[in-house]
């Protein structure tokens, strides 16, 4: 059964960081790009970063370029991200996921496995 967790997610006050970490498990992933997607209240889920399967290329949604960083560890079918300067607006439910269509596509409906997804809350 392949599993993509989550973990790593909180409750921060404005300006900290957070570190959240994806464990996929089941199948191996060295052949999938990877992303984190995040989900707020109300609204409609939304890319966050992408990975490529060989680590070399990354995408950042414009609203957390230079704030977040994503990366991964093939071998170990790991895959982070770093969320420094965070602001209330990144408040979400962040889910990470997997997709083998479209290369480092924004589109969730191109990704083929999702995880439950990990709460943060920034708070002002």
């Known amino acids: 059964q392949v599993q993509l967790v989550e973990s790593g997610g909180g409750l921060v006050q404005a300006g900290g960081s957070l570190r959240l970490s994806c464990a996929a498990s089941?199948?191996?992933?060295?052949?999938?790009?990877m992303g984190w997607f995040r989900q707020a209240p109300g609204k409609e889920r939304e890319f966050v970063a992408a990975?490529?399967?060989?680590?070399?290329?990354?995408s950042y949604a414009d609203s957390v370029k230079g704030r977040f960083t994503i990366s991964r560890e093939k071998f170990k079918n790991t895959m982070s991200l770093q969320m420094n300067s965070l602001k209330p607006e990144d408040t979400a439910v962040y889910y990470c996921a997997a997709g083998s269509r479209g290369g480092l596509t924004a589109s969730p409906g191109l990704y083929d496995y999702w995880g439950q997804g990990t709460q943060v809350t920034v708070s002002s």
């Open positions: 990975i490529s399967w060989s680590g070399g290329s990354t």
């Open positions: 089941g199948r191996t992933f060295s052949t999938y790009n």
